[in-house]
């Protein structure tokens, strides 16, 4: 099964590239039934997943190359929500896809779909060298859709993020080489289960760490994420920000924690401040934004640092909170892009400046854009806030730092920052009186548009509403991991 969720998107991007270039509404199409059938199987998996069980499931492990690679997958209650949120955004971002993207259509389609298999290949892959080919894989795709069929400055940012992400991902493979060559296998629950001498090693956990804290990104390693966002086309940045940025954070909990636990524990303290560095930095540089798709990305950079607080905050209640959030921030900043971007279709600009009392002239657009603004803010009742809270208290309760009160404290203040600038990000744009005559003409969203938005806030209100779902299927994976990593559970 979980071989199919891979290489569906695969499949479909093979059919489109035997299409006439002429054939552009079947690429479109095809493109979508391979992301929608992918969606549908991995349905079937999370129907199948047993939540009571820590360990692995619908494992399949075949030898790949020798000295102990192979080509094994599986999914927990930790990965398995990241693969569902991948299934669920991708054919969205196709969907919008077609009021964002007008040429070239041929090359977009099959580089959207290969970065889908690649980025479900790094959430399931149980072999550090298949990780790693899916990891460098998944770059490239990302990198020509930037440079591609971005903004002006296209070629600068997609060299930036391929670069950034490139350097760290190198020591990576030295350590994970390093790994597979000391312990007899790459297979990463063989090398858990042999606890070896690299379970305190600070260079190894380093150039993980590394790798994953430029990916999700953490500050001080966030420069090349406006960039990125700003230029990358519409779906570009809903995939950016909902998927990709979830595979550094991913890595700290599925590398890190799991393989170096001693080291874990001994830079907890350091990524908890640079966490909540990075939370109110993202806020108050967000505040400062003019262009509303910059503001949107330096939001992101700042709701990570959550992400990160929860995972070295090395507690139960924290970590789950991580995950959870990874899946929030997916629905709420990837959602938040998706209205940048359908405004930025209509006027070719994202100054705030130049709007004004847009809601009265589009009333269905401002909705959903006041929905995903108040689930990014943390509304209660919606999803950002369960996530959110459920970290802080993890993060009040941790040992990892001295004091946590005072750190959870200063992260809790992000929350409130979050509110004044995605506020004001709001009333720049859809309250008051227009500040431009084009603003007159401006047509309320589609049905198309319609259709990417709204399952979106269905879920908003479904996590915010009950999330026991979510934590219930997570919630032995987690205590597994903790555990074997030496932690006492709170």
């Not at 489109?16 to 349905?43: D, E, G, K, W």
């Not at 490239?140 to 993020?161: H, Q």
């Not at 892009?337 to 009265?360: D, Q």
Request: zero cysteines; a neutral charge.
């Amino acid at each position: 099964m979980l071989s199919i969720i891979i290489f569906l998107p695969l499949l479909g991007a093979l059919i489109i590239a035997l299409l006439p270039r002429a054939s552009t509404s079947l690429m479109r199409s095809v493109s979508l039934l391979a992301a929608l059938a992918t969606f549908v199987v991995s349905l079937a998996m999370l129907f199948g997943f047993d939540g009571d069980q820590s360990a692995y499931q619908f494992v399949e492990s075949v030898p790949w190359f020798g000295a102990g690679i192979s080509y094994k997958i599986g999914v927990d209650g930790i990965s398995l929500w990241l693969v569902m949120l991948t299934t669920f955004i991708f054919p969205l971002a196709l969907l919008a896809s077609a009021g964002a993207v007008h040429d070239r259509l041929k090359e977009y389609y099959v580089l959207m779909l290969l970065m889908e298999t690649a980025t479900l290949g790094v959430f399931l892959a149980l072999d550090l060298f298949l990780f790693y080919v899916f990891w460098e894989f998944a770059l490239v795709p990302m990198y020509f859709i930037i440079g591609v069929w971005g903004g002006e400055r296209r070629i600068y940012a997609s060299m930036k993020f391929f670069i950034y992400t490139m350097a760290g991902s190198l020591l990576m493979l030295l350590a994970i080489l390093f790994l597979g060559i000391n312990g007899g296998t790459f297979d990463l629950e063989a090398l858990v289960a042999q606890n070896g001498a690299w379970t305190a090693s600070v260079p190894l956990f380093l150039a993980f760490a590394l790798a994953f804290v430029i990916k999700v990104p953490l500050f001080p390693f966030h420069s090349w994420l406006p960039d990125a966002h700003t230029e990358a086309p519409t779906p570009g940045s809903v995939i950016l920000a909902a998927v990709l940025l979830k595979m550094g954070s991913y890595g700290l909990i599925r590398f890190n924690l799991a393989l170096f636990p001693e080291a874990s524990r001994q830079f907890a303290p350091l990524m908890i401040v640079l966490a909540v560095i990075g939370i109110l930095y993202g806020a108050i540089v967000a505040f400062a934004q003019s262009d509303a798709k910059k503001l949107v990305a330096y939001s992101s950079v700042s709701h990570m640092g959550y992400i990160v607080l929860g995972i070295f905050s090395l507690t139960q209640l924290g970590l789950q909170g991580a995950v959870l959030q990874m899946v929030n921030h997916g629905i709420s900043t990837g959602g938040l892009f998706l209205i940048v971007g359908f405004l930025y279709e209509r006027r070719h600009t994202r100054e705030m400046g130049r709007f004004g009392g847009i809601w009265s002239r589009m009333p269905l657009y401002g909705t959903l854009a006041l929905l995903l603004v108040l689930s990014s803010v943390g509304l209660p009742a919606l999803n950002g806030f369960v996530g959110e809270y459920v970290i802080l208290q993890g993060a009040f309760q941790s040992t990892a730092i001295y004091p946590a009160q005072l750190w959870t404290g200063f992260a809790a203040l992000g929350m409130i920052l979050s509110a004044v600038y995605l506020l004001t990000f709001f009333q720049k744009i859809f309250l008051g009186e227009s500040r431009d005559a084009a603003n007159d003409t401006l047509k309320d969203v589609n049905g198309r548009e319609v259709l990417a938005v709204v399952p979106l806030l269905v879920l908003v209100f479904f996590i915010g509403l009950y999330s026991l779902p979510f934590f219930s299927t997570m919630s032995a994976s987690v205590s597994n991991l903790l555990n074997a990593a030496g932690v006492a559970l709170r």
